[in-house]
Every structure is written in structure tokens, then in C-alpha cells.
């Protein structure tokens, strides 16, 4: 397989299958080996290894645990930590599945494209879950979780069934991902700047008298 052979629809799978990685692994290849051992869907011959048994047993052992691991704050942002060195490197590893027997080049791009994707959920969910675990309550984590389970599952059948709409979705996704990830780092920069300063002991910073809320002295 050279570049120009490289279809929409095994573009739509290589970017698909890295995003979803980043964010649901064990659930994303539970769901599409079922999907295809029982012929809801059609997967390319590359790909048919994830129909196997053990393969759907054992991931969807694992998402299971994922299930509550990844709705409980804290522990959640742990799971996130530990597997940024699982996600990332299976989103690549999939992503070159998609191409099969093709020239080394193509698969370099494709797993890197893939492990790209997989980065960007990645950390996305990640930043967002360390900053809604800075609030008290339980129920903003139960629903990114539900959120993202359903997005994940929504992911699976626009990519086989309207392959270049996905495609457009995912460049919207990278826009979105560039203009947001540099606000979340800065919030929880400053969130872990206000831990630490709790940590030593200093007063939480308020606005006093004679202060305003711009922070300027008022005369």
C-alpha cells in the first residue's frame, strides 16, 4: 500500500482509533471486537484480530474495572497517569494495523498519526479530569465518564457508517484540542499553585479592604 492507496475510510479508522484510544481503550476494543464477531460490523482483515475471544475477554475485563476506576475522583486522575504509557503507544500500535502489509513509510505515518490522536484525547480527558477534581462533589466526574463512553461509542459508528464526516469532526476535535489545552494547563497551574500555598500555610488570597476586584489598591 502506497499514499495514494491510503482510502477515506482507512484514514476515518487510523485517526478514530487513535482518538479513542486516548480516551477509552479497553472499552473501544471491547465494543469493536463484538462488533465484529457478530457482524454488526465489517472489519478489515488487519483488524479481525480484535474479534478474537481472548482479546474481547480480556479488554472488557479491564474496562470494567475502568468503569468505576474512571468515575471515582482521584483515583481517576491516577488511572489517567498510569496509562499515558498504555493508551498513547496502543493507539499508535492499532493505528498501524489499519494498514496492513503496507511500505514501512506508510506505516510510520500511520502510527504516528495514530499515537498523535491518541496523545491529544489523552490529555485532554487527563487536564480535564485533574481540574474537576478540584471541586468537592462526585457527579461532574460521573458525567465525563458517561460523556465519554458515549462519545467513544457515538466515534465508532460515524467512522465506519459517514467515514468523511468523521474525518471532519476529528480536524474540528484538533482545533479544539490546540486552543484548549493551553488554557487548561494554565488553570491547573494555578490551581496547583493555590494547593501549595495551602500546603505552607499561607492565607488564601482575598479581595480586602481597600482592595478591588482587579486587584488594584482603591483609594
Not at 500511520?110 to 468537592?136: D, E, I, Q, Y
Not at 471532519?168 to 494547563?185: D, N
Request: aromatic letters at 10%; a negative charge; one cysteine or more.
Amino acid at each position: 500500500m502506497e499514499i495514494h492507496e491510503v482510502t477515506i475510510a482507512a484514514l476515518a479508522l487510523i485517526v478514530g482509533i487513535g482518538w479513542a484510544s486516548g480516551i477509552s481503550l479497553y472499552g473501544f476494543v471491547c465494543v469493536l471486537g463484538i462488533a465484529g464477531a457478530t457482524g454488526v460490523l465489517a472489519l478489515p482483515m488487519e483488524l479481525q484480530v480484535l474479534q478474537s475471544p481472548i482479546v474481547i475477554m480480556a479488554a472488557g475485563f479491564i474496562y470494567v474495572i475502568e468503569f468505576f476506576a474512571d468515575k471515582t475522583p482521584g483515583l481517576d486522575s491516577g488511572w489517567d497517569a498510569l496509562h499515558t504509557f498504555v493508551r498513547i503507544p496502543a493507539g499508535a500500535f492499532l493505528a498501524t494495523l489499519v494498514v496492513g502489509e503496507a511500505s514501512p513509510a506508510i506505516e510510520v505515518l500511520a502510527g504516528a498519526l495514530g499515537g498523535a490522536m491518541a496523545t491529544a484525547s489523552h490529555l485532554v480527558k487527563t487536564f480535564s479530569r485533574l481540574l474537576l477534581n478540584a471541586s468537592p462533589e462526585p457527579f461532574s466526574n460521573w458525567g465525563a465518564s458517561l460523556g465519554e463512553d458515549i462519545a467513544v461509542l457515538g466515534a465508532l459508528w460515524l467512522m465506519f457508517a459517514y467515514p468523511l464526516i468523521f474525518l471532519l469532526v476529528m480536524v474540528s476535535f484538533i482545533a479544539l484540542a490546540l486552543w484548549l489545552l493551553p488554557k487548561l494547563y494554565r488553570a491547573l497551574r494555578s490551581v496547583f499553585a493555590r494547593l501549595q500555598r495551602w500546603l505552607d500555610g499561607a492565607p488564601p488570597p482575598s479581595a480586602g479592604k481597600g482592595t478591588n476586584l482587579a486587584g488594584y489598591n482603591s483609594p
